[in-house]
């Protein structure tokens, strides 16, 4: 079997596995990513000590079990093209969090639309971390913006960058270190050794899916050269390497300002504006912002998928030349 025919079965499951995300979302019981957290927290129980090594190796197991399984699943499939692409369909479907982002987004605008505060603040904590008991309408709804720019990137454009990289292994070992990183990346007393090697990971594998975000929601813009314009100014100005990338580039895109004062239980951090001189906000913006998610979410499948063909491709006509 020719490497170019295994690569497009497996660009023919990442589209099949995009669509069944678009059209089901995740599962609502038995999710993969969730069996893997619970056997991932199991292990950390065992694991953890207050240290980088420790941490380091934690990370390792778990991302390595993923990954060696992943590609001795892709490598038993193929000669198998339907099953590759079955294999690819399913993976990608698993990593794939586009559908329930927009989802929980709408719900939320739903209820500020309404006028239900209540509601909103009890759904804020299903798409992020904030405290949300002192918010207001409008802080809410920037919440909700800036979480699904972050989110796009991470839940959707930078698992399919890495399936274009390394087929279905590489979606799935994104995921486990996205997953990771959720876990035990964040800041706390805890973490702060034991999840450095999580968090670093989750930086650089994030990094060329974040700046691929930024540059397909300037496509997907209705006024790209803002968009543009934005992202170039303010994409650097996030403590986080990647989550300022696709965040500029959601403010310039649908022409508001995110950033600033921020609440995570009792932490309080203050973060630079993004977007400014655009104005505050609204609650008619939590669909903007979703729509602009889809699109950059369809623009990133053909990117990945046809990168990944011309890959294989260019692989292969230099396996050809050397022999």
Known sequence: MRPLTRAAAFGAGAVAGYLADARFGDPRRGHPVAGFGAAAGRLERRLWRDDRAAGTAFTALCVGTVAAGAVAADRLLARRPPGRAALAAAATWTVLGGTSLTREARTIGRALTAGDLTAARERLPHLCGRDPSALDEQQIARAVVESVAENTADAVVNALVWGGLAGTPGLLAFRAVNTLDAMVGHRSPRYARFGWASARLDDVAGWPGARLTALLTVAAAPEPRTAWRVWRRDGSAHPSPNAGQAESAFAGAVGVRLGG?????????????????????????????????????????????AGHLLLRAALNRKRRYRA
């Open 261 to 305: 004062t921020l609440q995570y239980g009792e932490r309080t951090e203050h973060r630079p504006v993004l977007g400014e001189g655009l104005r505050q906000v609204g609650v008619d913006d939590i669909e903007r912002a979703c729509v602009l998610s889809r699109r950059v979410g369809a623009l990133a499948l053909g990117t990945t998928v």
